[in-house]
């Protein structure tokens, strides 16, 4: 191991980091009227927002573009170059541009720059030279504050990259929490991924109608331990004459009457009264710690007291909502 090698590597780490943080700080300490322009420009789109950049910058746009679009922001990248030769017509009336480049001199932006000025379509610039002609043209400006790239040569973006893509994100979540996002909104525009998993709740999960293990507390236990079985829960819930869930009979509770002639008694006389139930609109990995909680393996879901469906461990665990 080459000790003096490995000390100068993490030493260029560390002035990456630093100027990351010097560029993330002067970033925050600087936001001005213009954040709270953008997000009002932003806010008011009725189209959808389209980011644009060159090189470094049209990747960081790509990403904002992506963050907006999942957190109720409908928005798409075009690529600077593409839209002088034909993309300049996935812009219409009704949509913003969120143009992205440090300098504001790109020369592939400024057709774009000239068709929104041309046909009134609101334009936002990401750029680190306010007198720049982005900047200029631009209906609003988010100014990054002038930090140097970390590179030796000062050439490649690096720390300007970092504040685009936070700025970006302060964007996007400003706009989420204008609107009023939920974790709902979220869980549809990510039904694939671990994250849409987590937003699981009970009623996505839980078994309704005829798999519902049911039976009165009039039931002979013959038959309860039938619907058990055919059920597969291992339970059965038993309601009233008002379908009120007034209790549960559990294979604990077929052992512990066993020996008091079990086939010969109701399910009245053998259920646990007041149990223990979840409602449909919690999360389900809320249901899984309940459930751990209590110790118990299924658990139902009333509504008005009513049950309404079954949950099953296995089934939040298989679904991967944890």
């Known amino acids: 191991m080459n000790s003096q090698k490995d000390s100068a590597d993490r030493s260029a780490a560390r002035r990456v980091l630093d100027h990351a943080k010097q560029g993330l700080d002067a970033l925050s300490a600087g936001l001005d009227d213009g954040f709270i322009k953008s997000l009002d420009i932003l806010a008011g789109v009725e189209g959808r927002v389209i980011v644009s950049g060159m090189g470094k910058s049209g990747h960081v746009g790509g990403k904002i573009a992506a963050t907006l679009a999942s957190t109720?922001?409908?928005?798409?990248?075009?690529?600077?170059?593409?839209?002088?030769?034909?993309?300049?017509?996935?812009?219409?009336?009704?949509?913003?541009?969120?143009?992205?480049?440090?300098?504001?001199?790109?020369?592939?932006?400024?057709?774009?720059?000239?068709?929104t000025r041309r046909f009134g379509i609101p334009l936002v610039a990401i750029t680190g030279r306010a007198n720049s002609s982005l900047a200029t043209a631009a209906d609003a400006v988010l100014l990054l504050p002038a930090v140097g790239e970390s590179c030796p040569l000062g050439l490649a973006p690096t720390t300007s990259t970092t504040m685009m893509i936070a700025l970006g994100d302060a964007v996007a979540v400003a706009l989420l929490e204008r609107r009023g996002f939920t974790a709902d909104d979220f869980k549809v525009f990510h039904p694939g991924g671990q994250l849409g998993r987590k937003l699981y709740k009970v009623d996505d999960l839980m078994h309704v109608g005829d798999e519902l293990p049911l039976v009165t507390a009039d039931t002979p236990m013959a038959e309860v331990v039938i619907v058990m079985t055919q059920k597969t829960f291992g339970v059965a819930g038993v309601v009233g004459a008002d379908n009120q869930l007034i209790g549960i009979v559990t294979d604990g509770d077929l052992r512990r009457h066993i020996s008091d002639g079990l086939f010969d008694m109701k399910a009245g006389d053998v259920m646990t009264k007041a149990p223990k139930a979840t409602s449909r609109s919690i999360l389900a990995a809320e249901a899984l710690r309940r459930m751990n909680e209590w110790k118990v393996t299924s658990v139902f879901v009333v509504e008005n007291g009513e049950p309404v469906g079954i949950l099953r461990m296995h089934d939040v665990l298989r679904a991967g909502a944890v």
């Open 72 to 115: 109720g922001t409908p928005a798409f990248f075009v690529h600077a170059a593409e839209a002088s030769h034909g993309d300049l017509g996935m812009i219409a009336s009704g949509d913003a541009v969120l143009a992205i480049s440090n300098s504001g001199e790109t020369p592939e932006l400024a057709d774009l720059i000239s068709y």
